[in-house]
């Protein structure tokens, strides 16, 4: 086994100050994602606002520490673009106007019948010694630079334009030569979706898979009552690393198997949805304290209509005992928080909306109407079917009410997904 | 005007191997926009890995350049949790173990009948000087140090752990000491939310505003089909800043009142709940495209139950039929896409839930099930009520599944809102 093969690595520099105002950077998530995928460990990412010290200095830094350094942001043409600079600082170049580039900008704008301002013969401006990445949704090039660096070892800087439609198709096409250049062995990975546990019961659970592949990568992260377990192996030819990867995922799942739905981007409700369309059910909800949120990620998924057949939002008793026929004395004797009522919900639904299998929510989200033996977090979750079984489960959730909310209906499609599988 | 008050600077770290493998990093743009209105310049973001060695640099290099430091992450009590060590590396300060906050934690797991793990004794751990921010939420305290750096002037290093129902509470309650403790002289600022408006037109409508007060900031930001336009001010004084804040707030809203729902952190919802509550109303829904996303939206409004009925997810036209009355005859000729449709929706459920107004939403979300003649994208909605009235509008959304579902949501809460404000 070899165990020992570093990847190369790669950092995200995320220029604008949009990024430090509000506007969620979804470049980060996007380009570490293929960045991995090509075999590359992500080893950090900054966003900086345009200036170009700050971002000299974010190059420079990330230049000393990693083989490739992906900037976004900043080519544009008004006088707070300063990428460019900051790149020809970082690496003591000049900046030079190519007249050729110019042409191809002025054609651009032609096609659109624009008048070209002034400001932008900037983004005509080119690196000594850059490649220039051409840009078919946008006027401002991406550019590419390949070089030695202070320790004689190759680096690449590739600078993108910010807009989405402008940075996804250059970086797509410029990735391959940038994984050839900074290609060391192979690599594999794999993710466990795991449910019904909590982050810390997981990780010990799989403290000893860890520790009989001491150079694999992992990260572990609880996200709305789930948990999810990621792993990458590397070693020196991608075979090699599909297989130690293979045995890696084969420990995995014995230690942490039963509470595993699905890998990859699997998700509770896509593995719920799947399950219902393969063996031919359909589905109805019926929620109290969630108000929508259990039928909201259900239809999430493309193509739920072939089982999913809607139901009824009982916020208020009067609903659940009209349209889900839950009895008065039944709400009267147990109240809309219990076992009982849930139950009569997860049923009612079925016959609501003529369904083979139904799921029922009630709870006490909070801040208010909270008691001590009821208290705000206390939340029933029942399945109705398939086949009329009845099965109920009972949660203390803490947390302010959006949290108590979103586990209620992590917690419905996991005792869902338990009935679909004919667990007991 | 005293307009060349530099604001305190602040700089996020966010921890977490996640963050460089694929998932989004929202918490940036949530701390930034909370900084800001604090009175913060953002001056930078760092999303590292679990190294104690890249953290402590990251913290030393952000504590040299800027007034508050915020971390967010890694305070977990698994091995990768590694922020608690890198800050105490950064400030050369020791951790030290402490029975108190031990004696919390085993509190809390009591309260779940958990057994604790014993790598979670790491959770009580404090650095020497810190001051523990108590988490309702979670296992992991916050933790926050004041101290004075290597210019012998004031610093804040803030701890946050990573999971967001558990960083947003402990963060909130700790921004106004952190914005007193660096205020420089006065700021103030405001919001407005807008809903029916483009991003672009609603730029271009507040350009003027912008134009006359050269020393505020501004973000204008869109989001989910609604968008929010921000102004900070800055003077000598705090009373200065209230006075000029003022000033552009009515020529704000004079350029762009006639969009704005409401201001701060007001939500559609939250808007449409207090109407409904003020008036003395109850409210319904009826969604197919959205599956429960308006109730869902509605719901998450504390004290929602005084106002908000429920309704029916009518996914399936059986169920609009059955649960809605919708008719047999109207599905035929209209088809479920249709104005016709979403009105009987709409009245279906006043009826079906007795409430007094009713929100429907039909529509094609795609990426399937899309004709030349009712394309994906299209959606209708329909308000029935107060008083009998029939409202319905046609919207045309482009973009994926997600969006179309998410736009359709708040186009629904939109037009409620206009049905409540009765306006024509």
Redesign the interface.
Known sequence: MSRTVAAPRAYLVCVGS?????????H??WL??RL?RAGFE????????DSVA?IRDAMRRALDKTDAVIVSGGLGPTFDDLTREAAAAALGRKLRFVPSLWRVILKRFARYHVAVPEQNKRQAEVIDGAEVLANESGSAPGLRLEFRWKDGRPRTLILLPGPYSEMSPIFTRALPRLAARHARGGSASFSLRLVGV????A??AL?PV?GRFPAA???????GGEV?F?ATVRARTAAAARAEAARLRRDALKAAGRWCYGEGDATLESVVGASLKTKGLTLA?A??????????R???V????AW?????????N??KT??LGVSAALLEKHGAVSEECAGAMARGACT???ADVGVAVTGI?????GTKDKPVGLVWISVYGPGGALRARRH?I??????V??RAAGAALALLKEALDGRP
Do not use: W
Not at 287 to 296: H, K, N, Q, W
């Open positions: 949009e990024l430090l105002a509000g506007q969620v950077n979804t980060q998530a570490s994602v991995r992500v080893a950090g990412e900054s966003s900086l606002p700050d909590s982050e810390s019961v990780a010990e403290d860890r990568s992992f990260t572990i992260l609880a996200s999810s990621h909800v929620e109290s304290c969630t108000g929508g949120l259990v039928g909201g259900l239809t999430s493309p193509g739920s209509s999913f057949q809607g139901g009824v939002i009982a916020y208020d009067s609903v009209k349209l609501a909306a003529r989200a909070g801040p208010d109407g203390d803490h947390g302010p009410r959006d949290a909310r979103a």
